[in-house]
């Protein structure tokens, strides 16, 4: 249509033209249910389902960090009970429309993964596993905290960063994730990583594999990739990179995928702004320290300190 052409303005006009728009839409949408680059998205798992059960899993493992009313100690097992049981049957649903593409999606087709006879039974095996887990996450997000307490001079208090820091919303919400990834369910972690990382602006994978008391500090443009590894008491700053150097091809040119792309960073390591750490290969020692602007695709052993060379500023004075 010619966006200079007389437009008819009547009610008729603009049903005529709905109808028009909508009949050149569709020869533009694949309606099999495949997974194309075409397709609608009603059947496949709902993002704001997964985010609500996200919500409710943050705020069971850091009571009242999502939810607006006050919390008694005597009203706590009610309230863990229900806000459990309502994650329960969001990410049933949701977990059992996301398993298929597990075999039905693109990676699958390719890989020949098999398909899983009973979605609705691997789909509670997978919540039972799950849920089993969440007091061990619990715990690891108390050292978390603890980690934001003593690794920040500025905070004041525990509550303070249970309320207000950003890198701990980010670890907690990575590490429900990441259970969900451990047990292979496709897209659910992903949506979890990647709407706290809108709240946030800190990217971590949730395959990343992330030790006990890990803190992010400021956090913003952090990204930490798929394959990544960190070791205990890792410390790291806004703006870091772990990242992959390149994407092996296969013999169709498409990226090879689940092998180790993304570095290792042992125990005790602390990492400056805007540091870049790239590659499967790459370890950092334990105990590093890897300046701000660094930019890293070689290992580093234990102990060692990296700095970047920048240039010397030049001071002159205004006349």
């Known amino acids: 249509m010619d ?3 007389p437009v008819d303005s009547t009610e008729q006009g603009k049903v005529d033209l709905i109808a028009k728009t909508v009949n050149r839409l569709l020869p533009l949408l694949d309606s099999t249910g495949a997974d194309t680059p075409s397709s609608p998205l009603g059947n496949f798992p709902n993002p704001k389902h997964i985010i609500d059960a996200q919500k409710i899993l943050i705020d069971a493992l850091i009571p009242g960090k999502m939810s607006t009313g006050l919390l008694r100690g005597e009203d706590l097992e009610a309230f863990l009970t229900r806000s459990l049981s309502e994650a329960w049957r969001l990410l049933q649903i949701e977990i059992e429309r996301a398993l298929p593409l597990g075999w039905q999606g693109e990676a699958g087709k390719v890989e ?3 398909a899983i006879q009973d979605p609705s039974a691997r789909t509670d095996c997978i919540l039972r596993a799950f849920y089993q887990r969440l007091p061990d996450v619990r715990a690891m997000i108390t050292e978390d905290t603890r980690a934001a307490y003593e690794g920040d ?3 004041l208090s525990f509550a303070e960063v249970q309320i207000a820091y950003p890198g701990l919303l980010a670890v907690v919400s990575h590490r429900i994730a990441h259970e969900l990834y451990r047990q292979e369910v496709p897209i659910v972690p992903r949506v979890m990583s990647e709407w706290i990382h809108t709240k946030t602006g800190i990217d971590i994978h949730p395959g990343a ?10 956090g ?3 990204v930490i990739g798929e394959t990544t590894e960190i070791g205990n008491r ?11 150097r390149s994407f092996p091809l296969d013999e169709n040119g498409m990226p090879i995928k689940h092998i180790k792309r993304h570095p290792t960073v042992e125990e005790d390591v602390v990492i400056y702004s805007n540091a870049s750490i790239l590659g499967g290969d790459t ?3 334990k105990g590093s320290t890897i300046g701000g ?3 890293l695709m070689d290992s580093v052993p234990p102990h060692s300190v990296v700095a970047a060379i920048h240039p010397e500023p030049k001071v002159k004075r205004n006349a």
């Not at 992330?210 to 400021?218: C, E, R």
């Not at 890792?234 to 992959?244: D, F, I, N, P, R």
């Open 3 to 5: 966006l200079h052409s």
């Open 112 to 114: 020949g993964c098999a």
């Open 153 to 155: 001079p500025a905070a």
């Open 209 to 218: 594999r992330i030790g006990h008391g890990f803190f992010i500090d400021h």
């Open 220 to 222: 913003t443009g952090v």
């Open 234 to 244: 890792v410390k790291v700053y806004q703006g870091v990179t772990l990242g992959a």
């Open 283 to 285: 370890v950092i020692g």
């Open 293 to 295: 602007n660094v930019f």
